[in-house]
């Protein structure tokens, strides 16, 4: 396993025990350089100060905050060194909520949380208590110079964590609401039907980030002088009738049942018909 992130111990109660934490998931991108047009020279970004009007080094700059238009206070190192968290040996539950009152939203990083040695016992009572109560444990620890709050949660296989943002953190959108007035119940009815027709296990390894691999062909083809293909644009018509888009929809997803079913149908029929024509056959000799 991958090196731990965070190492210390978990309490709820009076119950504690040793834990790591383990990144569960990165982004995969793929990255470019700047380069100089006319060259392919690496472009080497420059520290500019613009009162003077020179190139400055990184060592003559230090860290300003503007508290009002064009008026900094100066913060430097020692100052947040003062005031930062230390990183904590110790993850406290605070409470326990119910997992269908945690909004995905709030939700940040992700890493598993994975017993210690001497602390398999209790985590396992952990791990088990929260899948069968379906609430999540929501915790405090200061790590990486900051204080988060986390939330616990039971995995397919132990325990997960995700840190959380913080009310002020989550974008308040005045616009962002939905009138459920103008749904009918004919197309509410029709719209779950077409949910159902596309009802599939969740398998997260059959998704795949189609732009990064055509950006890693694009990539191959220019280093072996071939022609980059143009990816075809999609054409979405705008839906004018709901009602028709939505049976439309469905008749859509039927068609290779009903194909299949036919296909079958024949198949069936012509076994059914080659005993006859060699019966045929032989009151014909």
């Known amino acids: ?31 470019f350089n700047l380069l100089h047009k006319d060259d392919h020279s690496r472009i080497k970004q420059m520290t500019y100060c613009q009162l003077e009007d020179k190139p400055i080094s990184r060592s003559e700059t230090v860290k300003g905050y503007e508290y009002e238009k064009d008026h900094y206070v100066v913060i430097d190192d020692e100052d947040i060194r003062k005031v930062a968290p230390r990183t904590a040996k110790v993850m406290e539950i605070l409470e326990f909520v119910k997992a269908d009152q945690v909004d995905p939203v ?3 990083s992700s890493y598993y949380v994975a017993p210690d040695e001497g602390g398999e016992k209790a985590y396992a009572l952990l791990f088990t208590a929260l899948k069968d109560s379906g609430y999540y444990g929501v915790a405090k620890v200061a790590m990486h110079n900051r204080e988060h ?40 009815a029709m719209a779950k039907m077409l949910i159902s027709s596309l009802e599939e296990n969740f398998e997260p390894q059959k998704y795949h980030d189609s732009y990064r691999d055509n950006l890693k062909k694009m990539i191959e083809d220019k280093i072996e002088g071939r022609n980059v293909v143009e990816t075809p644009p999609e054409h979405f018509a705008p839906v004018i009738d709901i009602m028709e888009a939505l049976k439309k929809s469905l008749a859509q997803k039927r068609k290779p049942v009903a194909v299949a079913t036919a296909s079958a149908a024949a198949g069936a029929g012509e076994m059914e018909a080659a005993p006859k024509k060699r019966a045929r056959k032989s009151r014909v000799g």
Do not use: C, N
């Open 106 to 108: 709030y939700l940040e």
């Open 149 to 188: 709050i986390i939330v616990l949660r039971p995995g397919a296989k132990g325990i997960l964590s995700h840190t959380m943002y913080y009310q002020d953190e989550i974008r308040q959108v005045e616009e962002f609401r939905t009138d459920t007035s103008l749904v009918k119940e004919k197309e509410l």
């Open 1 to 31: 396993m991958a090196a731990s992130v965070w190492k210390g111990h978990l309490i709820f109660g009076m119950v504690s025990f040793p834990i790591r934490l383990f990144s569960a998931a990165r982004s995969e991108t793929i990255s």
